[in-house]
Structures are given as C-alpha cells and as structure tokens.
C-alpha cells in the first residue's frame, strides 16, 4: 500500500516542483544565498558545478523519494497520495526539518487537514521578506493538498 501511495504521489509531486524550482544546469545562489542546481539541488553544490539534463532528472526523482519517506515519517498518518504530493513539495522547498517542525504538519497530525492546507500559505518568505513566486507555490501546493 505505501509503496503505491508513493508511486501515485511521486507522478503529482513532480511536475510542481519542475515547475516552481525550474531547472538549471550551471550552479547559482538561490535567494537565500545558497549555491542550487538543477531542480534546486542544494547538497554538496559549489560554486562552478555543472551537470547534464540526465543527471538533473535523476537526481530530483531519488531527492524527492528521499523527502518523501522523511515526510512520511513526521505526518504517518498522511495516506492520499495528492495530499503527500503537497507535502513532499513543501518539504523539498523548506528542507525536512522545517517541515517536521510546521504547522502544516502539527496539524495533519492532529487531523486538522484544512488548518493544514491553510499552514501552507504561511511559508511565502524568504530571509523575512515575501516572495510572490513562493507565494503561488504555496497556493499551488495548498489546491493540491484539497484534492482540487
């Protein structure tokens, strides 16, 4: 069962953050200052890094199973793959650990799924100051937390 979850939710995860992340082949720093690549991979990136296209594709499928199980982890109870799907792109946006630590995910916990899909809207900001492309991220994610 998880297994499917997983699958059904990676194909709805996907194309929102290929979206939202875009994909760049040369290493830059993100708004937050920090050296991103690709479909804003950020581990071990440096300054000068390139990659290929293949590359790119299949290192954001393995990041994004890898987010997921960490999501999983925080929100066990999380078993509709499109609400998984929001919630991987989240974390993949806000790192796991801010993840475990929001709203978003008290809340699912405590089974107040739209206070969830709400929390969602809170995480537009970045370095304190609101950014409109995280803005329609997060209603992006919410709509699709709802199932609509």
């Known amino acids: 069962m998880a297994q499917i979850l997983k699958v059904a939710a990676l194909q709805k995860a996907l194309p929102i953050i290929k979206e939202f992340e875009g994909c760049r082949l040369k290493a830059y720093k993100c708004p937050a200052g920090v050296w991103t690549i690709g479909y804003g991979e950020t581990l071990g990136v440096k300054e000068g890094d390139v990659w290929t296209q293949e590359r790119a594709d299949k290192m954001l499928k393995s990041r994004v199973l890898e987010f997921m199980d960490g999501v999983l982890k925080a929100c066990p109870g999380l078993d509709l793959d499109y609400r998984l799907a929001a919630c991987t ?15 978003v995910c008290r809340n699912i916990n405590k089974g107040a799924w739209m206070a969830a899909a709400d929390a969602f809207l809170l995480w537009n900001q970045s370095n304190g100051k609101v950014l409109p492309g995280l803005t329609r991220r997060r209603k992006a994610e919410r709509k699709l937390f709802l199932g609509e």
Request: charged share 5%.
């Open 89 to 103: 792109s989240l974390a993949y946006n806000i790192g796991l650990g801010g993840f475990a630590r929001s709203s």
